[in-house]
């Protein structure tokens, strides 16, 4: 078990299963651009997870993981006016 995680497989086991629930939302009917917002922060956390677990340089870790706040406020931010143009009143 313990090389499993040196090795860093165990991430890419989480990325497979990542993938497998973006196939899920397409198939649920979910839009191409929404699955990418929605599961970027998770991958890009896992991207930088995996490169500590490797022992990879600093910086390996630290992009993806400083890239992740940005792509999860876009997730929001896309959340926030899909609720908006739902809304009875319609946009503000």
């Known amino acids: 078990m313990a090389e499993l995680f040196a090795s860093g497989h165990a991430v ?3 990325f497979a299963v990542l993938a497998i629930e973006a196939l899920l939302l397409l198939r649920a009917g979910w839009k191409a651009p ?3 917002t929605t ?3 998770a991958a890009l956390i896992l ?3 995996r490169a500590a677990l490797v022992g990879a ?3 390996m870790v630290a992009l993806p993981l400083a890239a ?3 792509a999860h406020l876009a997730d929001l931010a896309r959340r926030g006016k899909a609720k908006r143009d739902r ?3 319609g946009p503000r």
């Open 12 to 14: 890419d086991i989480v």
């Open 34 to 36: 929404d699955v990418v």
């Open 39 to 41: 599961l970027l922060p």
């Open 47 to 49: 991207l930088g997870t």
């Open 57 to 59: 340089h600093w910086t």
């Open 68 to 70: 992740s706040f940005p």
């Open 87 to 89: 809304s009875p009143t």
